[in-house]
C-alpha cells in the first residue's frame, strides 16, 4: 500500500535501475485552471464538430509545407514499443495522381458494378452516394497514402517486429485528419478496396502496406456533404461504476 497521498506509488515509474539503463527526462504537463480545461475542451469539440469528410476538392494548390507540418503532427501518435509504424507517402504529380485514380476506379468498379461489396453493404453506404467515380482523386492537388510498416527494416537488412501496428496507424491517422482540419484543410480518408496497387504504383518496400489514402486539399466552393448527424453522448458514453459481475 502506498503510504502519502501525495506519493501514491509503491512501484515508482522509472524504477532507478531503469532510469540508469535508459535515459529519461522531466515531463513538464501544462496544467489549467478547471474553467479553462472546460473552455479548451469545449472549443477543441467545437472544431471537430466541424470537420465533414470532403468528396468535392478544389483544384488550387497547397503548399508542401502544410502537408508536412501535418505529417508531423500526425507522427507525435503514440505507438506499440515507440516503433512509429509509418510512412506518409505525398503525392502531387498530376500522372501519378492521374495513374492512382484510374487504378482506384478499376477496383471500385468491381465493387459497386460487379457486387464485390454485398447488397447490405452498398445499402450501407446509399446515404453517402458513393460509387465508382474517384475524379477527386486527380482534382485536389495532394494524394497522401499512409502506409503502415508490418514490419521494421534496419539500415543493415536486418529486420524486427512492429507491434500493435493497426492500432497505432489509425491513431496516426485520425490525428492527420484533425490537424488537416485545424489548419483549414479538407481530406477524406479514402480506402480504394484492395488498395495493393498502391504499393506498387508508388515504388514502396515489401514491408509496407497501404493502409488509408487521403485526397488533400481545400473543399471546393459550393461543395456538399451528406446531413449526417453525430451520435449523442448518451449513445457512445457508458460509465461503469458497480462491478457487473457480482
Ligand atoms: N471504398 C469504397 C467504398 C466505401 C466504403 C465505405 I465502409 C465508405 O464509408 C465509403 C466508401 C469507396 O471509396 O467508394
Known sequence: MASKPDDP??????????????????????????????????????????????????????????????VMAASTAPSGAHKQPWTFVAVSDSHLKSRIRVAAEEEERKNY???????????????????????????????????????????????????????????????????????????????PSPMAFLRTLLGRPANERPFVMFPVGHALDGAQVPDLRRKPLAEIFVEVTDDPVV
Open 113 to 191: 458494378l460487379e457486387n464485390r461489396m454485398n447488397a447490405e453493404w452498398q445499402e450501407a453506404l446509399a446515404p453517402l452516394g458513393t460509387d465508382h467515380h474517384k475524379e477527386y482523386l486527380e482534382v485536389a492537388p495532394w494524394i497522401v497514402v499512409l502506409f503502415e510498416q508490418r514490419y521494421e527494416v534496419r539500415p543493415d537488412g536486418t529486420t524486427r517486429t512492429n507491434y500493435y501496428v493497426k492500432e497505432s496507424v489509425g491513431i496516426a491517422a485520425g490525428l492527420f485528419v484533425a490537424a488537416l482540419h485545424d489548419m483549414g484543410l479538407a481530406t477524406l480518408p479514402h480506402t
Open 9 to 70: 506509488y509503491e512501484h515508482p515509474y522509472p524504477a532507478p535501475d531503469l532510469a540508469a539503463r535508459h535515459p529519461f527526462v522531466a515531463l513538464e504537463p501544462r496544467r489549467y485552471p478547471e474553467d479553462e480545461m472546460r473552455a479548451r475542451a469545449r472549443a477543441f469539440h467545437e472544431t471537430a464538430d466541424r470537420r465533414r469528410s470532403v468528396r468535392m476538392f478544389s483544384p488550387e494548390p497547397v503548399p508542401r509545407d502544410l502537408v508536412e507540418t501535418a
